[in-house]
């Protein structure tokens, strides 16, 4: 319920651009780079069901949220 431009959520946009950040890295470092792609692929289709994974409501407000803070 927040709003993404909200203190709070520029907070949790900032954690998350540090952490897909560190994932990339390691992705990349280590020669998995199509990998990351295939995986990130499959998010911008709405393709990932998995429970721990963020929904589309979620990775759609970090979305706002990264933007908003900018």
Known sequence: D???ASPEAGALAERWN???????????????????EAVGEK??????????????????FISKAIAAHQ
Not at 18 to 36: P, Q, V
């Open 43 to 60: 998010y911008r289709n709405n393709q990932i069901t998995d429970e721990r994974s963020p929904s589309p409501a979620v990775r759609e």
């Open 18 to 36: 540090a952490l897909r950040t560190k994932m990339f890295a390691a992705y990349n470092d280590h020669g998995f780079g199509d990998l990351l």
């Open 2 to 4: 927040l709003d993404p």
